[in-house]
């Protein structure tokens, strides 16, 4: 096995968790990256986050990183505004970096359910920047907090 192959990392993988689209088992997934020599791999199913506690716990078990995220659909509009053949949507990959990106990532999701579902759970940008603004004012409360000292 060369360098090459161990450094790739799967950012977008769907499992079974993506109805009609993914094909990879949680239960099985682990054996074969294990077998292929890589440290870690992310899982991005589309617009659910069912299947994120048994991929961590598995990943976790087989010795490999797990990168929580979700491909989530983005409104082309608003999440609210539900037209035939006008409101669409758009993909896009989220990845967490630490458990408030996970808790972030599962209120968005969660409110793609609530608020923008038309055919598929949709967030929007609103949302986004919303959860945009959230982070950057919890890195500058850290960062003026590390400053007091």
């Keep these: 096995m060369n360098n090459k192959t ?8 769907h499992t079974e968790y993506s109805l009609l689209d993914g094909a990879c088992r949680i239960d099985r997934l682990f054996d074969r990256l294990k ?7 992310a899982i991005t199913d589309h617009g659910v986050m069912y299947g994120c506690v048994d991929f961590y716990k ?12 979700c491909e989530v659909y983005v ?6 505004d539900k037209v ?12 967490c970096k630490n458990e408030v990106g996970y808790k972030n990532l599962i209120k968005l999701v969660s409110k793609g359910f609530i608020d923008g579902f038309y055919n598929k759970p949709r967030i929007d940008k609103e949302l986004l920047l ?11 409360s850290t960062l003026n907090y590390k400053t007091m000292d």
Excluded: C
Aim: hydrophobic share 50%; proline share 2%.
């Design 6 to 13: 161990r450094d790739f990392v799967h950012l977008h993988l």
């Design 35 to 41: 077998e292929l020599g890589q440290s870690a791999v």
């Design 58 to 69: 598995a990943a976790k078990k087989a010795g490999i990183k797990p990168i929580i995220g």
């Design 75 to 80: 409104a082309t509009r608003s999440r609210f």
């Design 84 to 95: 035939n053949r006008i409101d669409g949507y758009h993909h896009l990959v989220l990845l």
């Design 130 to 140: 919303f959860g945009i603004s959230s982070f950057l004012e919890m890195v500058i």
